[in-house]
């Protein structure tokens, strides 16, 4: 699975890695929902092999540099503009890693600010009689209307003064995070009343790493499990069988019924079971239409599915009860009762050539003997197998990692990290079924995203606290990566976005894949310096 590029997800190749709960080494495709996702090598095998990188961007790479004061409508940058008096600022630590600062505005700025807003309308301004710059504040004042000055001079006010009033939280303010929370009807009753203001912001900050114990990551002791089915000898030879059945010629079984090594194609339906007919209901993701069917992955389906049709012949339906096992995927059909219902649309067998020598070049194109075939199919797997036991354990290190710290996560760095992962999830829905505009303005729409934030808080809040452990235990162990390594990821990432005429911020860009080379150098430290057993399920 490939996925299109957007400014929140890059994918490079191996040896970075990334902070992912899971990493899916099965490439399925659609299929019904009786079929038992196996790890699958032979998809594997035809695919060259890459990671994906999901990159929300590390607290430290946020400070705030510009940020827009929605309760007046002002944006505001960084430069600090001289103030004829210091403004003074009261900082309220809150939880989740907010900082509430309330703001004192002497009278004497607000009246700066006033001058500032009166000579910038006097040139702008024009008034019949006057010339430009000389109408008489009063005259001004009554063209313009006071309500609209008073306004004008408290975004003026605010302009000059967040900059000053940020001071305190430079280097930790998140980017994007910051809200006044003063209302501005408020701020200028206070202003026409006492000619000062006094305001109130919000802003998250990087949120401090707390482990347990400390520096408990120093000594780390993972178990590894590894799948069963991740075992190269056994997935070479189940990936020659493949290709060697791709030889056969399919032939229409007229005479009998299916048995096993023949292909069905079938329509499947189910519903639940009831003694109350009223209470049966239908299972759609069960349903499915023209499903071919190899007999040979019996052992992929629902169990006992491939005995009950056994013997089922063209035109033929079937009906009979199967019941979920405990072990399901989808967790509310465990242990559910179903009525399946399976016609047979076409059955065939296969009509297989010898297998020797004179297929090697058919087999796998370069390769002269059946024995040449073998090793290389069993060097390939070999190369994933190890893929797939590196990828298992940066998982359990990074699940390990997770349970080792506390941290109060700020609500827009959640907000963030969720929106990038729902955008990633919406590419890959395109990518796969090409959606609609409708379907797309749907799926984007604000009730959508956050019905998704809130039914994917935990999985979220887990992958924010990984990517804060890795982060932190870059500084801490004061790790680097060769800058000319940076140089040559940034221009490849943005070769793509290109190639996929996809618009980009270069300095994003850079970040993001600075985060990824970061990880994926503590992820090879603490490979090194952890104990870790491998165990196979």
């Not at 970075?16 to 032979?42: A, D, G, H, I, N």
């Not at 959640?414 to 890959?428: D, K, N, P, T």
Request: charged share 30%; with cysteine.
């Amino acid at each position: 699975m490939e996925l299109h590029f957007s400014t929140t997800l890059l994918k490079f190749k191996p040896p970075l890695s990334r902070f992912s709960p899971t990493t899916s080494l099965s490439l399925t495709s659609t299929t019904p929902l009786l079929l038992e996702p196996k790890k699958c090598f032979s998809n594997l095998l035809t695919l060259s092999y890459s990671r994906q990188f999901f990159l929300p961007q590390h607290p430290s790479h946020r400070n705030s540099t510009q940020f827009t004061a929605f309760a007046s409508t002002v944006a505001v940058d960084s430069t600090k503009d001289r103030l004829p008096a210091d403004v003074e600022v009261t900082e309220t630590e809150e939880p989740n890693s907010r900082v509430r600062l309330s703001v004192e505005v002497p009278a004497v700025v607000c009246e700066d600010c006033y001058q500032r807003v009166i000579r910038e309308f006097t040139k702008l301004t024009k008034i019949p009689g006057f010339r430009p710059g000389k109408v008489p504040e009063d005259v001004l004042i009554n063209h313009v209307g006071r309500k609209n000055i008073q306004k004008a001079v408290v975004e003026s006010i605010l302009k000059r003064t967040l900059p000053h009033a940020m001071s305190s939280v430079t280097g930790r303010a998140l980017n994007d995070s910051i809200r006044i929370i003063t209302k501005f009807s408020v701020m200028e009753e206070t202003y026409s009343s006492t000619k000062s203001l006094r305001y109130d912001l919000i802003v998250d900050v990087a949120p401090e790493v707390k482990w347990i114990p400390e520096d408990g990551y120093k000594n780390l002791k993972i178990v590894v499990e590894i799948d069963s089915d991740i075992d190269a000898q056994r997935a070479s030879e189940q990936e020659l069988k493949r290709r060697y059945k791709s030889l056969g010629l399919l032939r229409i079984v007229t005479d009998r019924g299916l048995q096993i090594g023949d292909v069905a194609v079938l329509d499947i339906s189910a519903t639940t079971i009831d003694q109350d007919e009223s209470n049966v209901q239908k299972i759609p993701s069960t349903e499915t239409k023209g499903f071919h069917f190899d007999t040979e992955d019996g052992d992929k389906v629902l169990p006992g599915f491939l005995d009950s049709i056994i013997g089922i012949q063209q035109g033929e339906t079937m009906s009979f009860p199967l019941i979920f096992p405990e072990s399901w995927r989808q967790e509310n059909l465990r242990g559910v009762h179903a009525q399946f219902t399976v016609e047979c649309k076409e059955l065939f067998y296969r009509e297989l050539p010898e297998l020797n020598d004179s297929l090697a070049e058919k087999l796998l194109p370069g390769c002269t003997t059946l024995e040449q075939v073998k090793e290389s199919l069993l060097q390939r797997c070999l190369e994933v197998e190890q893929t797939a036991k590196e990828q298992a354990t940066d998982n359990a290190i990074l699940d390990q990692l997770r349970k080792m710290i506390e941290v109060d996560i700020p609500q827009s760095l959640f907000e963030e990290q969720g929106r990038q992962l729902y955008g990633a999830q919406l590419l890959e829905m395109q990518t796969k079924m090409n959606l609609s505009k409708e379907q797309l303005a749907s799926l984007s729409s604000p009730k959508a995203v956050n019905e998704y934030l809130e039914s994917q808080k935990e999985n979220i809040k887990s992958m924010i606290k990984q990517n804060l452990a890795v982060g932190d235990i870059f500084r801490r162990e004061n790790l680097q990566f060769p800058t000319e390594e940076l140089v040559e990821e940034v221009e490849n990432s943005i070769s793509e976005f290109k190639r996929h005429k996809q618009e980009y911020e270069e300095e994003r860009i850079r970040e993001q894949v600075q985060e990824v080379l970061e990880g994926a150098k503590v992820l090879e430290w603490l490979r090194e310096h952890a104990e870790i057993q491998y165990k196979t399920r």
